[in-house]
Each structure stands twice: as structure tokens, then as C-alpha cells.
């Protein structure tokens, strides 16, 4: 750790922790439901879950890029963060949004508007929040010794995560523009702008682990995240099939989002290239698997899976159905909650002032968690491939198609306790290291 | 080998021209909005029940358009399916059709006794007229829905009933009226289909008799107090014209 401001993010990991594990209940109560037990129904229906689930999943994943970039940007930028107490009051300030925000789908408040459920007064918290948050960035870049390309990709992507939230917070009463927009928010984050700030930590992650050469890395970065925009804006189109949009959209999005794996394949590729290159061995073995671990789930999830059902001919039978599950779980738990977990097995022996790189605890939690996640992912697909034949090509009813889908959610269910224990590990070896010191300040990792 | 420089041209230049071209087909797509979702059609209730649809996060379970959760039935083609009779009903008591399977949640702006009689109906009214607008908008051929049996139940069957029985030759009008309610009974009922929520009818004239068979329409739990079967409060001239129909079920 070379600045003492780097601590914070310790705290914003703290967070994402403890949100992400929450979100993981609330994935339990819908898993039952499908299951058909659905004795919380009356406290807990089924939406006030799922909402609870997505946002939880946003916001700890928000909390994540942030504790991400309040490490790399002091690091890059050579000087200490620019406002501590600001960072600290954003970090509380975006608790106590989700908080209210989680309270508040329990009690009916909020908007039907799948990721995007928080209600428009808080949205405005959030843009402050973002926007408090930016600045401080800025601010640390400006006055730095120096703007290298991670750092400006970085803080590139994430001015452009919190631009493009602001589509979303238009109000209308044709709900053909409201969907519209919405994919503005939701399609463009997660294929488009935060696999920028995907690129920029993997590749501040390599530069750390392997050693390569920096402008080696950063070239890549650059052709991998063009090809992310070549095919993620248009690629938007795969939600434009069947929501109201004009048809060449069928064949726009259809060719685009049909290219959009070969941004995730470059990904997976430039990471292992890399590690095979790299002369330089590093310590921390752990961090380098969550990395190699991150690039190449985030291709089977985004990338393979996502292609399974981006054609218009496929997609007019899966749209709206399990296989959209399936596909979700596993693009965002590789490309983005596993980036997250990557960054945080970096971050904390260094943090914590303990050299202390593996243990039985770290090793266990990454194999059981994937484990897990790819059995879920098994299940769900086994429930939406059941779902399409039966119901959409079948004609059999919803609730009937459904009941035959109990004993595959029961799959789902305890795949879903094997990943659950793997993340539980994560969370145990991340409370052994202690609390965030200065013992390894000034050290140039 | 290629530069970092010439590597963050291709960034750049992509970004530009992809982000320029998709800004140009935003454009036109707006502009072709109204037309492809009639919005000339999007009356104040309906707007009402867009704003009921939203505000309660009816997405977390139902998908509509395809876009939502997986948890309860696809939306676009409700109106289709089941029509009004068969909707207004449900809304009112939803767990009622459904006894024993996957529940809803059941809305206290649907229901008589909590809001009133007047305001219950009016959200309930604009709900269906949501779905009514939804059902039109131009998706590119996605119904969400090749399950359109209700509906073909009731034309196979009534074509069957009334064939071999002069008595049941059913004036054209009756017919529109079974068929609406119709629409109803078959959320639960199939004729020879097989048991659903309620039994099949399929001869169910040999079983009961009129009078029995009147009382159980008009109220189902004075005969069997635990009856999932709901009162559907209908008037007594539909009552006389539905039992007749099942009466011709031999
Ligand atoms: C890390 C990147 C990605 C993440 C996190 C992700 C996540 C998701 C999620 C959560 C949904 C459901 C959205 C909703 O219904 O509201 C979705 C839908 C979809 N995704 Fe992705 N995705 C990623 C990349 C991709 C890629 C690269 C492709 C194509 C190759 C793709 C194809 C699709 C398609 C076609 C749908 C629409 C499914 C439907 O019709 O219901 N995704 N994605
Ligand atoms: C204990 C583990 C988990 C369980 C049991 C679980 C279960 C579920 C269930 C049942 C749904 C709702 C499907 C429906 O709409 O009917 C869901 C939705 C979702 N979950 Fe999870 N989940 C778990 C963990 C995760 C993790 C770790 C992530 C992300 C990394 C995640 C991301 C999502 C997303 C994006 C959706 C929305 C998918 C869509 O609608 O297409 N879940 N989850
Ligand atoms: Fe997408």
C-alpha cells in the first residue's frame, strides 16, 4: 500500500460484503418459492424478493467498482487521495440509499422497473452520491503526478456508468419508451461502459500479478474495450426484438450482439496470455485465480451463454423465460462479481499489513463458489429449456409448466448452498486478515 | 505489430461512428413509437393502469413484453386469453382461482371492502384496459403465448352441445354471452379435458340437475363450505342461460 487514503476501500469492501451476502437470502426465498414453498409469501412476496435480490446485487457491485477505484486512482495518479472525508460521507451516504431503498420494497415503494426499483427520490441521492464520488476522482487525477491509461479508461467508465443512469430517470406513461430507456441504463452498463471499468482493474490487476509491461497491457486494453463498443451499442438491439421496437432492429442487434462474445473471448485470452507471459511471480497466487477466473467465467457466462439466446429466431422463444436466469447469473456473478472478489483477494494482505497469501480457507472458497454457480446456472438452464418446450412450443399452461419445475428448482436450491458456502468462506478469510493498517504504507507492490 | 496509439484510434474511432449510428436509429425509432403502440388508443385509464402496473411492481413476478421475472404468467396476451368477464373477476380475489398453487398478492385498491365498491372496480376496470393497449402494440410477431386454449375450448364445445340437441341450437346473441363467460369458467374448468382447478364438465348434466345445479353457480359454498370455487356474482339471467348450456353437457 503506497498511501495511507488507500485504506478506504478496505470499507467499501466491508460493504459489498455484507450486501452481497444479503443478497444472497433474498435469492434463497425466491429459489424456494419456485421450489413451491412460499410460506413467506404474505411478509415477503415473491417481487419485494427479486427486487431486494437485483439491487443488492447493483449496489454491492457499485460499492465494489468505487473501493476498486479509491485504491487504483491514488496508486496511478501518485498521490494521495484528494478528500478522505468525502469519501467516507459517500460511502455512507450510498448505505444509507440502499438501506432505505431495501426497506422500502418491503413496503411497497418503489418501481416496477426490473434493476432499476429504486424509487426517483432516491435515484436523485444517487446521482449526488456518483456525482460526489466523481469528483473526488477527478480531483486526485488532476492534481497527480501522472494520468496513465488505466486510470483514465477507469474513471472514463465510470463517468459513463453515472451519465448513462440519468436515461432512467425519465418519467413516462407509454411503458414502449419506458422499456426503451431502461435498456439505456441496464443493456449499456453491463454491456458497455462497466466492461470499460471491467478492462481498466483486469488490467491494473495484470500490471500488479504479472509484471508485463504496462504499454503491452495497455494496448490491449484499448482494442478489447473497442470491441466492446463496436459491438455492445448497437448490440442493444437484442432488447429491441420484441418491446415494441421497429423490426431492422431484429437484424441490427441480432449481428451485433452476435459479435459481442469477442470482446469477452479477447478478455479471457489477453488475461491467460498474459499470466503465461508475465516473468514475475507474484505472491498472491489467490488474487491472480479470482483474476484468470473473472476473464474467462465472464466469456461463458456473458459470452457463450449470452449468445445461446441473442438471435432474433431463438430469442422469440426464450425472451421472458428461465433461460434469461440462467444467462444472468453467470455473466454477472464472472464478469462482475468475480472482478470484485479478484480485486479484494489482491487488496487485503496489503491492506491489513499481512503477508499471508493462501490458505486452505481462500483456495476452498473460490473452487466451491464456481462449483456452485455453474450447477445453478445447470439448473436453471435445465428449468428454461423445460419452460420453452413445454409452454412456448407445447402450448401447456404457465402454473402447470411450473409445478413440473419444482424438483429442478430444488437443483437450483442446493447448488445454490454449495456456491453460498464458498461465498460464506470468502467472507470468513476476509475477517481473518483484521482491520485495514499501515504497515505496509509506503510499499510499492 | 500494432502501436498502443493505433490501438486507441480503433477505441475511439468505433466508439464514435457505433455510438453516432445508434443515436441516428434512437431517433427514428422514437419517432415510430406512437404508431407501433397506438398511442391514440392510450386513454387516461389506461395510463391509470400503467401507473398501477409500475407502482406495485407487478414485474418482480409477471413478465410483460417478455421483460420481468419468471415467477408468474406472461402478460402481453392476458386480454386475449381470457378476457374481461374472466380478468375482472380474478383481480377481485386472485387467490381464490388458484387455490393451492403459486399466489398473488392480493391488492387492497381491487378490493370492495377495502376501498370501496366504486373505486375497486374503476382500478380494476383500467388494469384490463392496460392490458387491452398492451396487447396491440406492434412486438414483431411475440405473443409470449401460442396457448390460446380457453378459447378454442369453448367453440369445439359449444359446436359439439349444440349439434345433436335441437333445444340447445343456441341463438347467436346466447352464444356471445357464453362465450364471454365462458372465458371465465375455463380459467378453471375444461369440457373433456381433464380436470383443472375444478372438475371437467364434460356430462355434467348427468350428474346434476337444474335446480342444483343453479344454486352451486350462485353460491358454491352453501353446498360445500370448503369449495375453492368462487361466487361470481353474476345475475340471474345468466345463471338460467349458463345452466342451461351445462344441461346440453351430456
Ligand atoms: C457481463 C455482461 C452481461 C451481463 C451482466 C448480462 C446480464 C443480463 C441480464 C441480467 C439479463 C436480463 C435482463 C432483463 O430481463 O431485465 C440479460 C439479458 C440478455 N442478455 Fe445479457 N448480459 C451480459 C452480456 C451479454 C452478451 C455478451 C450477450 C450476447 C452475446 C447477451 C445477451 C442477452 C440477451 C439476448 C438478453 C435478453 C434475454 C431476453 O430476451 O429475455 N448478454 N443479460
Ligand atoms: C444463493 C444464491 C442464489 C440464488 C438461490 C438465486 C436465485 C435467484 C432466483 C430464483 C431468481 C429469480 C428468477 C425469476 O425471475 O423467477 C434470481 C434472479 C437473479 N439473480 Fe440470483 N440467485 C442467487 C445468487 C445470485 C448471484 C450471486 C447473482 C449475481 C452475481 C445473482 C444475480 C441474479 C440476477 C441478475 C437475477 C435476475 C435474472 C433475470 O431476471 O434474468 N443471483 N436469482
Ligand atoms: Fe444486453
Known amino acids: 500500500m503506497k498511501y495511507k487514503s488507500q485504506k478506504i476501500a478496505w470499507y467499501f469492501f466491508a460493504a459489498c460484503m455484507g450486501l452481497f451476502l444479503l443478497q444472497l437470502v433474498y435469492g434463497f426465498i425466491m429459489g424456494f418459492a419456485h421450489m413451491g414453498m412460499d410460506g413467506l409469501h404474505d411478509i415477503i412476496p415473491f417481487n419485494a424478493a427479486s427486487a431486494t435480490h437485483k439491487n443488492l446485487l447493483v449496489v454491492w457491485l457499485l460499492a465494489g467498482f468505487m473501493g476498486a477505484a479509491y485504491w487504483i486512482i491514488p496508486e496511478e495518479s501518485g498521490r494521495e487521495l484528494w478528500s478522505i472525508k468525502l469519501a467516507w460521507v459517500q460511502l455512507a451516504s450510498l448505505l444509507l440509499v440502499g438501506v432505505t431503498a431495501v426497506i422500502g420494497f418491503h413496503l411497497n415503494w418503489w418501481e416496477g422497473r426490473k434493476f432499476l426499483e429504486i424509487p426517483r427520490e432516491l435515484d436523485f441521492l444517487?446521482?449526488?452520491?456518483?456525482?460526489?464520488?466523481?469528483?473526488?476522482?477527478?480531483?486526485?487525477?488532476?492534481?497527480?503526478?501522472?494520468?496513465?491509461?488505466?486510470?483514465?479508461?477507469?474513471?472514463?467508465?465510470?463517468?459513463?456508468?453515472?451519465?448513462?443512469?440519468?436515461?432512467?430517470?425519465?418519467?413516462?406513461?407509454?411503458?414502449?419508451?419506458?422499456?426503451?430507456?431502461?435498456?439505456?441504463?441496464?443493456?449499456?452498463?453491463?454491456?458497455?461502459?462497466?466492461?470499460?471499468?471491467?478492462?481498466?482493474?483486469?488490467?491494473?490487476?495484470?500490471?500488479?500479478?504479472?509484471?508485463?509491461?504496462?504499454?503491452?497491457?495497455?494496448?490491449w486494453l484499448y482494442i478489447i474495450v473497442g470491441f466492446t463498443f463496436l459491438s455492445g451499442i448497437l448490440g442493444t438491439g437484442h432488447h429491441y426484438y420484441y418491446t415494441g421496437a421497429p423490426g431492422y432492429w431484429l437484424m441490427i442487434g441480432g449481428i451485433f450482439s452476435a459479435l459481442e462474445p469477442l470482446a469477452f473471448l479477447g478478455m479471457a485470452m489477453y488475461a491467460i496470455a498474459m499470466a503465461r507471459k508475465g516473468?514475475?511471480?507474484?505472491?498472491?497466487?489467490?488474487?491472480?485465480?479470482?483474476?484468470?477466473?473473472?476473464?474467462?467465467?465472464?466469456?461463458?457466462?456473458?459470452?457463450?451463454?449470452?449468445?445461446?439466446?441473442?438471435?432474433?429466431?431463438?430469442?422469440?422463444?426464450?425472451?421472458?423465460?428461465?433461460?434469461?436466469?440462467?444467462?444472468?447469473?453467470?455473466?454477472?456473478?464472472?464478469?462482475?462479481?468475480?472482478?470484485?472478489?479478484?480485486?479484494?483477494?489482491?487488496?487485503?494482505?496489503?491492506?491489513?499489513?499481512?503477508?499471508?497469501?493462501?490458505?486452505?480457507?481462500?483456495?476452498?472458497?473460490?473452487?466451491?463458489?464456481?462449483?456452485?454457480?455453474?450447477?445453478?446456472?445447470?439448473?436453471?438452464?435445465?428449468?428454461?429449456?423445460?419452460?420453452?418446450?413445454?409452454?412456448?412450443?407445447?402450448?401447456?399452461?404457465?402454473?402447470?409448466?411450473?409445478?413440473?419445475?419444482?424438483?429442478?428448482?430444488?437443483?437450483?436450491?442446493?447448488?445454490?448452498?454449495?456456491?453460498?458456502?464458498?461465498?460464506?468462506?470468502?467472507?470468513?478469510?476476509?475477517?481473518?486478515?483484521?482491520?485495514p493498517n499501515d504497515e505496509t504504507l509506503g510499499q510499492e507492490d | 505489430?500494432?502501436?498502443?496509439?493505433?490501438?486507441?484510434?480503433?477505441?475511439?474511432?468505433?466508439?464514435?461512428?457505433?455510438?453516432?449510428?445508434?443515436?441516428?436509429?434512437?431517433?427514428d425509432t422514437i419517432a415510430q413509437f406512437p404508431d407501433r403502440s397506438h398511442e391514440e388508443n392510450m386513454t387516461p385509464e389506461v395510463i391509470h393502469g400503467f401507473e398501477i402496473w409500475t407502482e406495485n411492481n407487478c414485474m418482480g413476478c409477471h413478465t410483460l413484453m417478455g421483460e420481468g421475472a419468471y415467477y408468474a404468467p406472461e402478460l402481453t396476451q392476458v386480454f386475449r386469453r381470457r378476457g374481461e368477464a374472466w380478468m375482472t373477476e380474478f383481480l377481485k380475489d386472485p387467490q381464490a382461482f388458484y387455490p393451492n398453487r403459486r399466489k398473488m398478492v392480493q391488492y387492497d385498491f381491487y378490493d370492495a371492502k377495502k376501498v370501496g365498491k366504486e373505486e375497486a372496480a374503476k382500478n380494476i376496470a383500467d388494469t384490463i384496459a392496460f392490458f387491452n393497449w398492451v396487447g396491440d402494440i406492434d412486438l414483431n410477431g411475440f405473443t409470449g403465448d401460442p396457448n390460446n386454449g380457453p378459447e378454442q375450448d369453448i367453440e369445439k364445445a359449444a359446436a359439439k352441445a349444440a349439434a345433436p340437441t335441437a333445444a340447445a341450437s343456441a341463438s347467436v346473441d346466447q352464444l356471445a354471452t357464453l362465450r364471454s363467460l365462458n372465458a371465465v369458467c375455463a380459467g378453471c374448468h375444461t369440457i373433456g379435458g381433464g380436470a383443472l382447478v375444478g372438475p371437467d364438465l364434460a356430462g355434467v348434466a348427468n350428474r346434476f340437475d337444474a335446480k342444483y345445479l343453479t344454486k352451486w353457480i350462485q353460491e358454491p359454498s352453501t353446498i360445500k363450505a370448503d369449495t375453492t370455487m368462487p361466487n361470481l356474482g353474476l345475475g340471474d339471467a345468466q345463471v338460467k342461460e349458463l345452466v342451461d348450456f351445462l344441461l346440453t353437457l351430456k
Open chain 1, 279 to 435: 516473468g514475475r511471480k507474484h505472491p498472491n497466487k489467490i488474487a491472480l485465480t479470482w483474476t484468470i477466473g473473472c476473464a474467462v467465467m465472464s466469456f461463458v457466462g456473458a459470452g457463450f451463454l449470452g449468445f445461446a439466446h441473442t438471435l432474433p429466431s431463438v430469442n422469440m422463444y426464450t425472451h421472458g423465460t428461465l433461460i434469461t436466469g440462467m444467462h444472468g447469473h453467470m455473466a454477472f456473478w464472472g464478469a462482475y462479481a468475480m472482478l470484485i472478489l479478484a480485486m479484494i483477494a489482491y487488496v487485503l494482505p496489503q491492506v491489513t499489513g499481512r503477508k499471508r497469501y493462501t490458505d486452505w480457507k481462500a483456495e476452498w472458497a473460490f473452487w466451491t463458489s464456481n462449483i456452485g454457480m455453474t450447477g445453478m446456472v445447470g439448473a436453471f438452464a435445465v428449468m428454461g429449456v423445460v419452460q420453452v418446450y413445454l409452454e412456448r412450443k407445447g402450448g401447456m399452461d404457465f402454473l402447470e409448466v411450473q409445478e413440473q419445475l419444482h424438483v429442478h428448482a430444488a437443483g437450483l436450491v442446493i447448488a445454490a448452498a454449495l456456491f453460498t458456502m464458498g461465498i460464506v468462506l470468502f467472507f470468513m478469510n476476509f475477517c481473518s486478515y483484521g482491520m
Open chain 1, 126 to 219: 444517487v446521482v449526488v452520491n456518483v456525482l460526489a464520488f466523481l469528483f473526488n476522482l477527478l480531483m486526485t487525477i488532476w492534481k497527480g503526478k501522472r494520468i496513465t491509461t488505466t486510470a483514465s479508461v477507469l474513471f472514463f467508465g465510470l463517468l459513463s456508468a453515472a451519465l448513462l443512469y440519468l436515461p432512467g430517470m425519465i418519467t413516462f406513461d407509454n411503458i414502449v419508451f419506458d422499456s426503451f430507456f431502461r435498456w439505456w441504463v441496464v443493456h449499456l452498463w453491463v454491456e458497455g461502459v462497466w466492461e470499460l471499468i471491467m478492462g481498466a482493474i483486469m488490467s491494473y490487476l495484470l500490471i500488479k500479478l504479472t509484471g508485463v509491461d504496462r504499454e503491452v497491457i495497455e494496448k
Open chain 2, 1 to 27: 505489430m500494432l502501436t498502443k496509439s493505433a490501438a486507441k484510434a480503433f477505441f475511439l474511432g468505433g466508439t464514435v461512428i457505433c455510438a453516432a449510428a445508434f443515436v441516428f436509429l434512437t431517433v
